[in-house]
């Protein structure tokens, strides 16, 4: 249960100021909204100023990772090369790739190609081909603060097919962002992008999604995108979160690499597609923090 603190008490969020003259309104929305039957974040998921600046700290170096990335990727290229490229530039900038080692993960960045969903391992025998599309999903730790997102990037002629599986997932995470509506449900966010994948004809992946992010790499709440409305946590300000929905063209059936115990594939092998952006809520929408 949330609990209000004594109104003369120092602020919890570290502002240095008196409750009643800080959070205490907050709190009663939070409360209220508790009371009322909707799941609502834990103090510890609302990140103080501090934390905020240290994830954008992160951000600045993730974002330089997918920069690098996309200047130098293209056919015939292997993805260990885009693994070095990110291992390279985040630890140049002070930066530790957060997927290096992650529950025994074995590289520094993520790379699924075509039907890969997620969780693509790079390797030296992986060579990118023209009309190949790729996810390049990258993680940051930067003094205790994790940034998280992704790009898909098309290589060479990608035919009209696949091109438009990525913008229109690039849309889907447009759709998001607008839905990031503070004091509404996150239920209703996931909604809007999965009406939005399914209006073009496309499915979305059921049981991977997003999460909170910033002072761990996957902190509450479980993101879905193929939510229902007035369902999940309440948005509140102060909330970090991915969006990145993995929207598929074909079935949002999806298998794990039976060998390396990762990759995921759609099951029917036609391609899948996914961006990821890391979003703050705030009191009147949403920043982004990372993309
Ligand atoms: N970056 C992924 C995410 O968006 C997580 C990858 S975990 C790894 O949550 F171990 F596969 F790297
Ligand atoms: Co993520």
Not at 27 to 33: E, G
Not at 94 to 101: K, R, T
Not at 180 to 205: C, E, F, L, S
Not at 261 to 278: C, I, L, N
Request: glycine share 10%; charged share 25%.
């Amino acid at each position: 249960m949330y609990k209000r603190l004594e109104r003369n008490d120092p602020c919890w969020c570290g502002s240095g100021k008196k409750y009643k003259a800080c959070h205490a309104a907050f709190d009663d929305k939070i409360i209220k909204a508790e009371l009322s039957g909707i799941e609502v974040p834990t103090r510890q998921l609302l990140k103080t100023e501090k934390d905020i600046e240290g994830i954008k700290k992160s951000a600045v170096i993730n974002i330089a990772c997918l920069d690098e990335v996309g200047s130098k990727i293209k056919a015939g290229m292997s993805t260990e090369e885009i693994d070095r490229i990110v291992y390279e530039t985040t630890t140049k900038m002070g930066g530790i790739p957060a997927d290096l080692g992650y529950e025994g993960f074995p590289k520094s960045v993520c790379t699924s190609i075509n039907d890969e969903v997620c969780h693509g391992i790079p390797s030296e025998d992986i060579i990118l081909q023209d009309g190949d599309i790729i996810n390049v999903d990258c993680s940051t730790i930067l003094d205790g603060y994790f940034s998280d997102s992704s790009r898909m990037f098309c290589i060479g002629n990608v035919s009209p097919e696949k091109k438009r599986l990525v913008d229109v997932t690039k849309e889907c995470i447009e759709v998001g962002l607008k839905n990031v509506i503070p004091w509404t449900r996150i239920g209703d966010m996931g909604h809007a992008v999965h009406q939005h994948a399914i209006k073009n004809g496309y499915t979305v992946v059921r049981e991977i999604g997003g999460h909170g992010c910033g002072n761990e790499f996957h902190e509450e709440p479980w993101v879905s995108y193929v939510s229902k409305p007035d369902t999940g946590m309440l948005m509140v300000p102060g909330m970090v979160f991915t969006i990145e929905p993995m929207v598929n063209m074909g079935t949002d059936k999806i298998f794990i690499d039976e060998e390396n115990d990762w990759t995921v594939y759609t099951q029917d092998g036609k391609p899948s597609a996914q961006w990821e952006v890391e979003v703050l809520v705030t009191e009147t929408g949403y920043e982004i923090l990372s993309y």
